[in-house]
């Protein structure tokens, strides 16, 4: 287990760096330039010019690089374009947000796709198993934007239950950071539902064939015990897979549903980030991310062996 | 019976206690905005929602009032020396920062000279008549120039003219932006960025019995619809640019009043006539081109179209009620027939291919699709190009564009909204339209303190521009609120900024 650990953590540092170029690289090939987006409507070329200087962008784009990536390599981020703050501040100030939203949608996806794909999976064919993929071919079609300004018209305008949007700390006031909380988890939660729903069926579909549940059940085991410890463990395994990586999906539904719900999380920072051409930020932003990515798969990969211990080796 | 009276003192009491709540509760202001503000230093900021929340915390030397008429605000009154070389100012008496540190001539100096040398500030173009300021006495400063400078005053009425706490911008250096220090009526709280800015009563304010609200917090919310839908669901009390689309629902909207103000902007289509080979085309070379394209326009049509009504037409860059409005080229109706005679007279044969550049904005696009079928009918093929506005401005400035559409908020000054756009070395001057006749009265109309006489250096340089044409502007970008009924007192301005003197919330 422990080597299987090491040896995705050393695979990780030569992804950084690649990433890390990458980065850089695509943001200096995005076309408008940052200081006439940060300059606004006091963009006389003079005011350009300086603005250039006091934010390094005279130099050449290696030599950038080598001053970013050192400084990152110290711990420093560097400070944003547009309002100076530091960029690793903003997203330590962003993340738990974005964490909170994440795992909040998850808890509704998971809530709803499992057991919808369990129930549908075990009455193939009804109409249970019609209506639920009908719900969730709906929850994956439906954009996110709308179906978050729907939500907000009918929660907050008309039924005036829920704020529109925005957000509060859960430090601050635990209820009011759920009110604001529930429309946005329930809209990114809601399409990741759908597939986890879609991939729990199959996977149950397959297992619930499988000759140790014939075995089981010819045992005389209560059927919900069948159902639940023997063929839902083992169809977990794709289950899981398909969270780790819907983290990915989670991440950039995050973008739009805190863009609609005005959630000053790490999505909303990197859109504006993009839009003010803010690269300290939008490099920060991106390089953050991808660790992400990567540690979520590091916990997938331990999740596979603590599921099935053919994978330990 | 002791006891009895006790507990009524007691009642009384908390009754008052949830009573001085409710009220409090009640005068907490809260303003969604369209955008999140930049750096929170008049020095240093760039944003328009960033002037927005300046209103409240920094006063300036100079206002204007609804009709754009210079007021006092920390000076009291100024005067221009015979050759138009100095500008003294007589400042306010017993005026405080939100330090608590007293306003005067030296802070006036300070402020002028950090905003000419502070690094990165964006002022430096907006100071740059200013040779030097010298304090007169405790309350009279005098302002000398390189050369004269009507613009000036102007310049003092946005954030030119904001005075900072010396003490706390020494003191906080490059971290002034975190924790700003101003003498208007509000003073900073706090700030998290993209999610609130909040501001409470400054109570040492010189002028705090207009102010009634305790407490004002914007909220950035860039989605038209998700603000209008805070407002309706109580969670705000004010949003500003409202979209057009929307004044309908907000008019029919019991709960909801509108206000609006034809403002001092303007959108237009910027011609590239010389900005290197694009330029090269009949529309860049003959102006007779250009002339048919703005009589093929229907600018009521657009207004009514996209705009509900709210975005009046404009052929100038001033407003039709704008005192430097040129009477003498009132807007012209639609006229195809003469369009075609214009294109025909230009050597036009066969259609014509245009390109028209807008930002992706759907109601922008909206025009642009407008004018495109307008332009058809007289010969004219419209292909749009559209992309994200930081692009647009890219290549506008290098030249790759036959016409760039875009707009301008506007300044007090007329200078503003014309000066950069057309003189040869314009900073803004995209279409790269050059012509000594109007850099002369352009730079003249600079020099002059008198509005009259400036008035006719304005109207000179206008008679060239609207034959030549390498500007066409369209219509007037009128600022838009909505507001909650039980928001009393508030009134429009036409820069678009949110004062509150004066206003209450039941």
Known sequence: ?313 | MIDKINRWKLLASAALLIAGTGLAQAQTLRIGLQDDPDALDPAKARTFVGRIVFTAMCDKLVDIDDKLNFVPQLATSWTYSEDGKTLSMKLRSGVKFQDGTPFDANAVKFNIERSQTLNGSMRKSELASVESVSVDGPLAVSFHLKSPDSTLLAQFTDRSGMMVSPKAATELGDNFAQKPVCSGPYKFVERVAQDRIVLEKFEDYWNKDAYKIQKVVYLPIPDTTVRLANLRSGDLQLIERLAAPDVKTVKADPTLQYATDPGIGYQALYINVANGDRAKTPLGQDKRVRQALELALDRDAINQVVFEGVNPPANQPFGVTSPWYDKDFPLKPRNVAKAKELLKAAGVTGRLKVEIMVATSTLEQQVTQLIQAMWAEIGVDVSIRATEFATLLKEASTGNFEIAQFGWSGRPDPDGNIHTFVTCKGGLNYPKYCNAEVDKQLFGARAVVDPAKRKVMYDAAQKILLDDMPVIYTYQQSWNWAYAKTLKGFKPYPDGMIRLAGVTLQ
């Open chain 1, 1 to 313: 287990m422990l080597n299987l650990i090491t040896k995705r953590l050393a695979v990780m540092v030569p992804t950084l760096l690649l990433v890390a170029v990458f980065v850089f690289t695509l943001q200096h090939l995005l076309p408008g330039d940052p200081v006439l987006a940060l300059a606004g409507e006091d963009r006389d070329p003079a005011t350009l010019d300086a603005l250039r200087v006091q934010l390094g962008l005279d130099k050449p784009v290696p030599v950038q690089f080598v001053y970013w990536f050192g400084n990152i390599l110290h711990g420093d981020f560097g400070t944003s374009y547009k309002t100076g703050e530091p960029v690793l501040a903003l997203i330590l100030q962003k993340l738990p947000v974005t964490l909170e939203l994440a795992t909040l949608a998850l808890i509704i996806a998971l809530l709803i796709g499992l057991p919808a794909g369990i129930i549908s999976a075990y009455r193939k064919g009804t109409a249970v198993d019609y209506a639920a993929n009908v719900v969730a071919l709906s929850g994956l079609s439906i954009p996110n934007f709308w179906l978050g300004i729907i939500l907000i018209l009918i929660f907050a305008v008309k039924l005036k239950w829920l704020p529109a949007s925005g957000y509060v700390s859960p430090f601050e006031d635990l209820s009011r950071n759920l009110q604001t909380m529930i429309l946005p988890a329930f809209v990114l939660g809601n399409a990741l539902a759908a597939s986890i729903m879609r991939h729990t069926r199959s996977a149950m579909l397959s297992v619930l064939s499988q000759d140790y549940v014939r075995t089981a059940r010819a045992k005389g085991l209560y059927e919900p015990a069948v159902v639940l410890r023997h063929a839902f463990r083992n169809a977990l395994i794709p289950v899981v897979t398909v969270v780790s990586l819907l983290f990915g999906e989670l991440m950039a539904g995050a973008v739009l549903t805190e863009q609609i719900f005005t959630i000053p999380g790490f999505g909303k920072l990197i859109v504006d980030a993009v839009f003010n051409r803010d690269y300290a930020v939008v490099q920060g932003v991106v390089l953050c991310t991808a660790i992400g990515f990567m540690i979520m798969n590091l916990f997938a990969d331990i999740a596979y062996g603590a599921l099935n211990p053919r994978i330990r080796a």
